[in-house]
């Protein structure tokens, strides 16, 4: 019991200083741009580099929409989930 974690119950942990950290970063960074709101997750390191795979995203999609388009089953599913 020398390093207790707990606050007054059980079921009340307190947060991490990772977590602590997120939380600080997040709430610094909201912001609301056209009537939504905006959250820039931070990253573990800074200066991480996404790469921009637009052409690979869109070619799966067309992939999976010939195939949903090709199979009837997959078809009459998809229509009644968005109905």
Known sequence: ??????????????YSQEDKRF?????????YVD?????????RTPGVV??????QAMKRANWQKSKMQRSIQMHTVVTTLIL
């Open 1 to 14: 019991m020398d390093f207790n974690d707990r606050k007054t119950g059980p079921d009340e942990l307190e």
């Open 23 to 31: 939380l600080k970063m997040v709430k610094e960074n909201i912001r």
């Open 35 to 43: 009537g939504h709101c905006e959250v820039l997750l931070p990253f």
């Open 50 to 55: 996404i790469p921009n795979n637009k052409v």
